[in-house]
Structures are given as structure tokens and as C-alpha cells.
């Protein structure tokens, strides 16, 4: 019997060596697996969302068929690029289907991208899907035209000065015209930001800097050449000594130009537009145009996706960043600068 209790104590010595050899290891295999896992809380590189998953941001454009848009596209490509980051591109077809653009802003919230470039068709209708945005704590950047959202609401605006090249193109105009006479101009539609900041600019600059040039506001073009000439056409029928337009976008200023080629007044009617096409470009070399406000919506796509990475990496990203404004005409058109902001397409 003693022999046997013996046995059995040596058992048991055995086997709780065995188990606390067992536990040792369990315990050193815990601490390399919690040391491989990255805490809570903790940022991954600035271009991956967390364990190496690639960002993917979605850029919104107000609409695909202009040609400054397709510039903004490889702005914000060339950022992806860069940044190994996911550019979705999707807009509406229409630069007038506000609806489009909000269920196309929902969707990218749905899907929970890590981020959100937009430019909003409506300033008033667009804020209610960005505050949407910002309580699923998707950040979102605002780029070319505002939204009537606080400032906490987005991570950034991106956007040119648009006040600032409305009064640009006045004062161009209002000089042209030795400050007299009678000048139109082609609102784009109702709560677009940046075409409404351009017409401000332009009209109170005219008031205050050309008291002696009458402006006559036209209706909307609405963001397309047939009305935008249609509206022309008709201002220019009630009102024969005008001698000078302003175009604050590219349809307006193209509807505009077709209008003053149809009844022979080129030359005599002042041509001052916004944005630059090639086809705007190759009407200012040939005189039919006088100039053109240009943006540089490369650097508004780029930079749009850049404050989304920067973000992601813990940065605190500029809230107002200007692209910068210019004023082109057929002197200056190929000067290092301007032939940088012209059109690609």
C-alpha cells in the first residue's frame, strides 16, 4: 500500500509539471499573437483603411459630360495613384438631376467607402446627405461649389474663388468697354454655389467699379448651350445695343457665342466667359471671344482626395483651400502658366 501511494503521489508530481509546462506555453503563445494584433485604436498607413485594406474614396462630380469635369477625374485619379487609393468615379448624366446625385451619394454611404470628394449640384437640396454622411462618420470633402452645411460637417472645401473671378471678369469687360454702355449676363441656374458667387462678383463689381454700364441680368441658361443661346438670343432681341456678355460657365459662354455669331456681331459684342474648352480656347485665338476666367479643377480633384488620405492618416487638413482663379486671353494663352491651366481635352 505504501508502495502504491507512493506511485500515485509520483503520478500526480508528473503530471502538474506536465500542466504548468502546458500553461507556460499557452502563455507565450497569447503574448506573440497580442503582439502581432494592432491595438484598438491604432492607424494604419495613411492610404489603407486597417490591416492593409486599401482606401477606396468616392468622387462625385456634378456632372460627367463637361470637359472641366474629366479634368477634375484625373486630378483625383493621379492622387489615387499616388496615394494607392481607390477612386470611384460617378455622377450624374445631367448637370441639372440634383436627384441623381443625392441617390448617388446615399449609395457610396451605403457602402461605407472610406471617403467622400463632392461638388454639389444644389447648395440647399445636396445638405442633407453630407450631414448624413458626417453622423456614419464618413468623411466627407466639398469641392468647386458650397453646400449650406457648418463647417464641422465636412473635412474640407476645395474650390476656387469664385467671387473673385466674377470681379475679374467685370473689370476686364468694364475696361473693354471704357465703362459705359450696356452689358448682359447669363445666371447658370438657381443654387448652384460657385456659378451664384461668380454673378455677385461680377455685378457688384460692375455696380461699384462701372456706374455707368447698365447690366441686364437674362434667365437661366441652366446650364446648357441650347438654353444659355436661347436666353441670349432673346436678351439680344429686346435690347440691340448691347455690347458686351459675360458667360459664367462653359455652356453660357458657348450659348452666348453661337447667339453673336448668328446675327454678325462678332467683334462688336464682348465676349468675357469662365472655364476653358478647346473649343473656347481655339475661339480666343481667333478673336471671337475676348477672354476666359480659368480654374484649375486638376488641383481641385487632386487635392480633394488628398485632405480624405490625410485625414485617414491623422492629419488635420486645410477647411478652405483655393485652387487659384486667372484671367486668359489671346496674349497670354501660351505662357507656361496659362498653357498649364488649359484644356486637356
Known sequence: MRNLA?????????????????????????????????????????????EGKKLTVAVIPKGLTHVFWQ????????AGGEMNVTVEWQGAQKETD??????????????????IVLAPLDKAALAGV??????????LTVIDSAADVAESEYV??????????????AERLGKLLDGKGKVAFIPVQP?????????????????S???????????YGMNDRANSLKVTEDVLTANPDIVGIFGPNEPAIIGALQAVKNRNLVGKVKLVGFDSTKQLEDSLEKGDIDSLIVQNPFKMGYEGVRTIVDLKAG??????????????????????EMTALRSKG
Open 6 to 50: 507512493m506511485s500515485r503521489r509520483a503520478g500526480l508530481t508528473c503530471m502538474a509539471a506536465v500542466l504548468v509546462l502546458f500553461v507556460t506555453g499557452c502563455g507565450e503563445q497569447s503574448a506573440e499573437t497580442a503582439s502581432a494584433t494592432p491595438a484598438a485604436g491604432s492607424s494604419s498607413s495613411p492610404s489603407t483603411g486597417g
Open 156 to 169: 474640407s472645401f476645395v474650390a476656387t474663388d469664385n467671387k473673385k473671378g466674377g470681379e475679374m471678369a
Open 209 to 219: 467699379r462701372f456706374p455707368a454700364i447698365t447690366v441686364i441680368r437674362t434667365n
Open 98 to 115: 440634383t436627384a441623381a446625385q443625392i441617390g448617388i451619394v446615399e449609395n457610396a454611404i451605403n457602402r461605407k467607402v472610406d471617403g
Open 191 to 207: 443654387n448652384s454655389a460657385s456659378t451664384m458667387e461668380r454673378e455677385a462678383g461680377f455685378e457688384e463689381t460692375m455696380k
Open 71 to 78: 479634368s477634375v477625374k484625373a486630378g483625383a485619379e493621379k
Open 130 to 139: 453630407i450631414k448624413k454622411a458626417h453622423s456614419t462618420d464618413i468623411p
Open 315 to 336: 492629419k488635420t487638413p486645410e477647411k478652405r483651400l483655393d485652387t487659384g482663379v486667372s484671367l486668359m486671353t489671346k496674349e497670354n494663352m501660351n505662357t507656361p
